[in-house]
């Protein structure tokens, strides 16, 4: 069985028809070792951001999204320009570690804002690519060239709704986010870090409506229930859908994530669980694989995995994203990147433990990024192997 793991340098990197074009790497570990897109990129505002750039706004497009939220403001210019270095998750970290009910205000607002930023910038990406992403065409010979029983596991850690519509002209469509598991027979959706048309039933009397407004103010008095529903869009979200108050369910980015940043429903974790002893090989893209939580989910749970890819910009940097993977999850001992850069694929013995494990699983990387992977059918030899 398959298992394809989506960051922010998938859907950065989601167009043909909006290449990344060449320029300085910006570095960090939000970029995903990918090239900015240069001043004159013809995406504008509308591509899918990466971490650090989820506040900045250079375009202009977003100020009165920042304006529905007053509270956003006291913090917001630390997060367009963290000091010191930082990537936008150390600044929120740092934010954060100061406590207080006013900064769990302000944090509220920083959760609207990005569901708001994020429906706007999935809307206006599907405009601008004519729906067109890397995402169908992947999708699309995974399912051609993978056993026709086998489920795919496709796990994002993106907000966005870029892979989501995507799957909809393969059948995948759910109405319940409960039941989206059993949606389809082979194709099962996991989003931990929540996604932007993800609510979440405030613990209120059914007869309570409260505004967004009201929810940041009262953010430190808020409780959640377990119940989870599918919003189309903002204005939906926010006129009291089944005519009860729903708070959107997204994980603020923070820079060492925890389990307490899982924000999926307990099901969907649960099912997860189930699939992982039987998979076999993941193919990593854009992803930076620092997810601490979600490493220790899979540390001693994937027994018959034998081939790891990473779809990165560089040898370097997916064979950094490799190295800690592998040696996060107890796949492997620790290597060093630097040894590998000159190969893209190399067999290593696997760390063996209480369960059957393998003998060696093989590891290999695909420079070039997302559009490259596709456009050129990579995923072909990764799968046939």
């Known amino acids: 069985m398959l298992m394809v793991i989506f960051g922010a340098g998938a859907s950065y990197d989601s167009a043909q028809a909006f290449p990344l074009l060449p320029q300085h790497a910006t570095g960090g570990q939000q970029n995903f070792g990918l090239p900015s897109p240069a001043a004159v990129d013809l995406a504008g505002p509308w591509r899918p951001p990466l971490a650090n750039d989820l506040f900045r706004d250079p375009n202009h497009a977003f100020g009165h999204i920042v304006q529905r939220y007053p509270k956003l403001t006291h913090i917001i210019p630390f997060l367009r320009q963290p000091s010191n270095g930082r990537s936008v998750e150390e600044e929120l970290e740092s934010l954060q570690a100061r406590g207080g ?13 990005l569901r708001d930023l994020l429906f706007e910038v999935s809307d206006e990406w599907r405009a601008r690519t004519s729906g067109v992403t890397n995402y169908a065409p992947l999708i699309g010979e995974i399912l051609d060239l993978s ?21 909809i002209s393969f059948g995948h469509n759910p109405q319940d986010l409960e039941l989206e ?4 027979p082979r194709l099962k959706l996991f989003k931990p870090h929540g996604s932007v048309n993800w609510a979440r039933f405030v613990d209120r009397d059914r007869d309570t409506r409260l505004l967004p407004q009201h929810l940041c103010d009262h953010a430190d008095m808020i409780r959640f229930t377990d119940e989870f529903i599918l919003v189309s869009n903002v204005d939906e979200a926010n006129k009291f859908p089944q ?9 603020i980015p923070l820079q060492n ?4 940043t899982f924000v999926w429903p307990k099901r969907h974790r649960e099912h997860l669980e189930g699939l992982l002893p039987s998979i076999t090989k993941i193919l990593i893209i854009g992803w930076r694989a620092r997810e601490a939580h979600f490493a220790e989910l899979l540390r001693n749970n994937l ?11 560089s040898p370097s940097d997916a064979w950094e ?3 800690h993977f592998v040696w996060s999850t107890a796949i492997a001992g620790r290597i060093d990147p630097a040894h590998f850069v000159d190969i893209l694929s190399r067999k290593i013995d696997r760390i063996p433990g ?22 050129n059918h990579r995923v072909i030899d990764f799968l046939k192997a």
């Open 101 to 113: 009910a006013e900064r769990k205000r302000e944090f509220a607002s920083v959760t609207y804002y």
């Open 147 to 167: 056993k026709a029983e086998d489920p795919v596991c496709l796990l994002t850690f993106n907000y966005d709704l870029l892979l989501d519509r995507a799957l």
């Open 181 to 184: 598991y059993f949606l389809h």
């Open 243 to 251: 005519g009860r108050t729903v708070f959107p369910c997204i994980a």
């Open 257 to 260: 994530k925890t389990q307490d």
């Open 303 to 313: 027994p018959r995995v034998n081939r790891i890819m990473v779809v990165g910009c």
């Open 321 to 323: 994203t490799q190295a």
């Open 354 to 375: 209480s369960m059957s494990y393998e003998q060696a699983v093989e590891l290999s990387v695909a420079p070039g990024g997302f559009s490259d992977f596709v456009l």
